[in-house]
């Protein structure tokens, strides 16, 4: 594995440095069972899709809805550059 500073990456442009970015998250979304989630999180996350699938429109305390609604049913790389 090629070894790259922090400074290595921070001499890059912000696109190319946009492009790592959505490369190592697409990786890691390509293993989704290598993410240790604890158990305290795992109930979190439970009680809160019970609540989503119960009532999409619900505010969720501690979370933004608008932004779960907008990315659900979009394919991993597909979301513009640049246009956030």
């Known amino acids: 594995?090629?070894?790259i500073s922090v400074a290595d990456?921070?001499?890059?442009p912000v696109q190319e440095r946009i492009q790592l970015v959505e490369v190592i998250w697409e990786s890691i979304a390509a293993f989704p069972h290598a993410i240790e989630v604890s158990p305290e999180l795992k109930t979190e996350l439970k009680e809160r899709?019970?609540?989503?699938?119960?009532?999409?429109e619900?505010?969720?305390p501690g979370s933004s809805k608008a932004p779960f609604k907008s990315v659900r049913g979009v394919p991993p790389g597909s979301f513009p550059v640049g246009r956030c």
């Open 9 to 12: 990456i921070l001499e890059l």
């Open 49 to 56: 899709y019970v609540i989503l699938e119960r009532n999409p």
């Open 1 to 3: 594995m090629n070894q």
């Open 58 to 60: 619900v505010d969720i």
